[in-house]
């Protein structure tokens, strides 16, 4: 009886005006988007797209807000030191944080349910322990340079290191969710809830009269940080309770450092790639100098989050079809990925190179400067987007060695091309170096992509 009364109300359900509106909606996105695995991954790109899309948007008006309210000198103090965290908070998932999609993809696809119980304990110990290490050592570290009176912004360093161990559990779980393929879950928090956290503890403080300074708004960072990882926790808690249920656990910790180990690597100089820009200016020229910098150079950046959301969307679906071993389907998965990131990227930096010194003159008086900083990274990011997320297809297809040694080429060109023309051409010296480093890097993972895959992933063979 039980049956009958659910096919019954099944079928009065597909019969009312509710039900044939999601079938109209259900047979519309098949049409849209495909049907079976690639409407899945353009959904999920998709999905990831407007989650960095919206996150794009709020770091925008953070960024704004922040440097109207601090100034471009407490501004350029608040970027360097935050750019610590995102160093140190990174290196101390010990490659865990990236290893966790292709580890996680790989244990669900042979089913390992005992084995994944184990990396998800294990995992989350070893970053949470090595996290709160590297944290505590850079306290001590500040505080001793403060003491002996070496100059320096060692007390907002002491203050904003104690994110660290937030963000590095944050950056894991969201590895985890995205290998899941529970991508709304992987970005909301790092992307979405930290971003507007931080806004609105600044913002509070901002309304509240209280003078803002860099050390102030590490404080605001620090809280954002530790409610978005308690939030995140919950979320990845209620995804993974139907996927992973109670259950013995064992533990492959030798197949999961060998896999671990390379993406460290990689995520060091995929760090130096990013943020060593910011960290040379910030030394050899002013604090003015880096704000004004960094708001050129991320509002630029904002255009990443196309190579992102797609990279997000296919790294569950590469190692899933990598460990298939089915060619064909990898070929039309390059395609589909490098299609999706070349051309908004393209249609991003033109709009962007458009509106550009109206977008900088939002942060405020002098910051005009940094908009020929845009046009240098423009040409740099447009031509990393035409292999599209290179990064991703390497390492969720055993490419990971290859991609760190890309990966450790161009951050020591750019680290050697920083230090040599920031010091003669100042910010513009910089982004030189920067774009030099990125289209070194884009060419030699081209490269191995097409030896490891036989795949040409540049987007003039993806017409």
Same mark, same amino acid.
């Given at each position: 009886m039980n049956q009958s009364a659910t096919s019954n109300c099944a079928g009065m359900g597909q019969g009312t !005006?509710?039900?044939r509106l999601l079938a109209l909606v259900r047979r519309l996105r098949t049409a849209i988007l495909g049907a079976g695995d690639r409407g899945a991954d353009r959904m999920n790109a998709l999905l990831a797209f407007g989650v960095r899309v919206t996150s794009a948007g709020i770091l925008f008006v953070s960024q704004v807000a922040l440097a109207r309210w601090m100034g471009p000198e407490q501004f350029g103090v608040y970027v360097y030191v935050w750019t610590l965290v995102l160093v140190t908070g990174a290196i101390a998932t010990v490659g865990l944080n990236i290893g966790a999609i292709r580890i996680v993809s790989e244990l669900r696809e042979k089913a390992a349910v005992a084995e @994944? #119980?184990?990396?998800l304990l294990s995992g989350r110990l070893v970053v949470a322990v090595v996290a709160g290490g590297v944290a505590a050592l850079a306290i001590a570290a500040a505080w001793h340079l403060a003491d002996r009176g070496v100059a320096g912004p060692w007390m907002t360093i002491a203050i904003i290191m104690l994110a660290v161990p937030a963000y590095s559990l944050t950056d894991l779980q969201d590895g985890i969710c995205r290998g899941c393929a529970r991508i709304g879950s992987a970005l909301v928090a790092p992307y979405i @809830? #930290? !971003? @507007?956290?931080i806004l609105g503890g600044v913002g509070t403080l901002h309304l509240a009269g209280v003078g803002l300074d860099a050390s102030r708004a590490a404080m605001a960072a620090v809280v954002a940080t530790w409610i978005a990882w308690a939030l995140q926790t919950m979320i990845v808690a209620?995804? @993974? #309770?139907p996927i992973v249920p109670v259950g013995p656990r064992t533990y492959d910790v030798p197949a999961w450092r060998a896999t671990a180990a390379p993406l460290m690597a990689m995520g060091i100089f995929d760090l130096a790639m990013q943020n060593i820009d910011v960290i040379v200016i910030s030394n050899l020229a002013s604090a003015t100098e880096a704000g004004i910098y960094f708001a050129g150079a991320k509002t630029m950046a904002l255009i990443l989050f196309v190579h992102y959301a797609v990279g997000s969307a296919m790294s569950n679906r590469f190692a899933a079809i990598a460990t298939r071993g089915d060619a064909d389907a990898m070929r039309a998965a390059v395609r589909d990925a490098v299609r999706w990131t070349f051309w908004p990227s393209l249609g991003l930096a033109i709009l962007m190179l458009l509106s550009g010194k109206h977008l900088l003159a939002l942060f405020g008086p002098g910051f005009a400067a940094g908009y020929p900083v845009m046009c240098i990274l423009a040409v740099a990011i447009v031509g990393r987007a035409a292999i599209g997320p290179a990064e991703a297809l390497l390492n969720m297809t055993g490419g990971q060695r290859d991609c760190a040694r890309s990966l450790m080429i161009a951050a020591l060109a750019n680290i050697i091309l920083s230090v040599a023309l920031t !010091?003669?051409?100042? =910010?513009?010296?910089?982004a030189t170096a920067v774009s030099c480093a990125i289209l070194l890097g884009a060419w030699l993972n081209? #490269?191995? =992509?097409r030896r490891n895959l036989g795949i040409d992933a540049g987007i003039w063979a993806n017409r």
């Open positions: !005006p509710g039900g @994944l #119980r184990g990396f @809830l #930290r !971003p @507007l956290l209620r995804e @993974l #309770r !010091p003669v051409l100042g =910010i513009l010296g910089a081209w #490269r191995a =992509i």
